[in-house]
């Protein structure tokens, strides 16, 4: 199984980016997946996360109306569209899959995810 994150890049304050994350070697369209960053210095956090159908979605407060996650099964792929990015967004980002027994409960635990992709750096410049 492998997760492969892309998109990130240099950008303005106030710019915007997608980042894609794309599964292989197993079908994700029953499994949850999510978004986390690591800043420098700080903990990895949650971002987003989105159920297999995508009708559920989660959002950490920082990023709640700037960002947004989605997903197309048929492509087997999760996507971060991220907006009015500030200079705090800087860090990298990281897509993961939920556990078979995920609950919704402890959407920002790390344990909740089985796997993790490799990570694109988003560095936002003020």
């Known amino acids: 199984v492998q997760l492969q994150a892309s998109g990130g890049g240099l950008v303005q304050a106030g710019g915007s980016l997608r980042l894609s994350c794309a599964a292989s070697?197993?079908?994700?369209?029953?499994?949850?997946m999510g978004w986390f960053r690591q800043a420098p210095g700080k903990e990895r956090e949650l971002v987003a996360a989105?159920?297999?159908?995508?009708?559920?979605?989660y959002y950490a407060d920082s990023v709640k109306g700037r960002f947004t996650i989605s997903r197309d099964n048929g492509k087997n792929s999760v996507y971060l569209q991220i907006s009015s990015l500030k200079p705090e967004d800087t860090a990298i980002y990281y897509c993961?899959?939920?556990?078979?027994?995920?609950?919704?409960?402890?959407?920002?635990?790390?344990?909740?995810?089985?796997?993790w992709g490799q990570g694109t750096q988003v560095t936002v410049s003020s």
């Open positions: 070697g197993r079908t994700f369209s029953s499994y949850v």
């Open positions: 989105i159920s297999g159908t995508g009708s559920i979605t």
């Open positions: 993961a899959v939920g556990r078979t027994s995920f609950n919704w409960v402890g959407v920002k635990k790390e344990l909740n995810y089985d796997y």
